[in-house]
T-cell receptor, first 113, second 118 residues
Framework: AQSVTQLDSQVPVFEEAPVELRCNYS??????LFWYVQYPNQGLQLLLK??????LVKGINGFEAEFNKSQTSFHLRKPSVHISDTAEYFCAARPSNDYKLSFGAGTTVTVRA | NAGVMQNPRHLVRRRGQEARLRCSPM?????VYWYRQLPEEGLKFMVYLQKENIIDESGMPKERFSAEFPKEGPSILRIQQVVRGDSAAYFCASSPNLGDRDSNEKLFFGSGTQLSVL
């Protein structure tokens, strides 16, 4: 079984400032890691994923995340946010041999001008 | 191509009533997954269905909850005799195959149904 912890429930940030959303996971087997974004009144969209290989993965809309096996973390970053990045962000993990996702509780990012 | 459609968006029920949540998968998708998000928690897997078959219901509560995905029409998550603890956001996802096992790129989520039990 695996679990996912998102350390921040709310992150307010000013436009054009950097943002980092923290995610830690625990698992007894190898996992794939994902970040999803949910804009207001929309479904969850896949932002980026880590399956294997390079530990720095780039996603849509300028986001990137770094897989750190020793710290069991998969933090999401963006160097300069826009108002349109206001959304809820979910970190998720899935065993490499299964389809069931485990999600963190989500981080609400509010970008202010 | 419309995305995964869930309705209603919000559903209010009194204790003891029945709740029916609907999910229409994306066109061409034959696999449906239901997840539940309780307050302050992450989404938790409930059930995985293919057309007319329940493949995995390991995340479903043993009583009062059922799910179906008929040959025609949307997938339905049914909760009988609702209690306050059933208040949550229920998300549906669909894919054309087994969750696009490697990448999740073909797994699409709906916007969820927020169930409130008074």
């Amino acid at each position: 079984a695996q679990s996912v912890t998102q350390l921040d429930s709310q992150v307010p940030v000013f436009e054009e400032a950097p943002v980092e959303l923290r995610c830690n996971y625990s698992s007894s087997v190898s996992v794939y890691l994902f970040w999803y974004v949910q804009y207001p009144n929309q479904g969850l969209q896949l932002l980026l994923k880590y399956l294997s290989g390079s530990t720095l993965v780039k996603g849509i809309n300028g986001f990137e995340a770094e897989f750190n096996k020793s710290q069991t973390s998969f933090h999401l970053r963006k160097p300069s946010v826009h108002i349109s990045d206001t959304a809820e962000y979910f970190c998720a993990a899935r065993p490499s041999n299964d389809y069931k996702l485990s999600f963190g509780a989500g981080t609400t990012v509010t970008v202010r001008a | 191509n419309a995305g995964v459609m869930q309705n209603p968006r919000h559903l209010v029920r009194r204790r003891g009533q029945e709740a029916r949540l609907r999910c229409s998968p994306m066109k061409g998708h034959s696999h449906v997954y239901w997840y539940r998000q309780l307050p302050e928690e992450g989404l938790k897997f409930m059930v995985y269905l293919q057309k007319e078959n329940i493949i995995d219901e390991s995340g479903m509560p043993k009583e009062r909850f059922s799910a179906e995905f008929p040959k025609e029409g949307p997938s339905i998550l049914r909760i009988q005799q609702v209690v306050r603890g059933d208040s949550a956001a229920y998300f549906c996802a669909s894919s054309p195959n087994l969750g696009d096992r490697d990448s999740n790129e073909k797994l699409f989520f709906g916007s969820g149904t927020q169930l409130s039990v008074l």
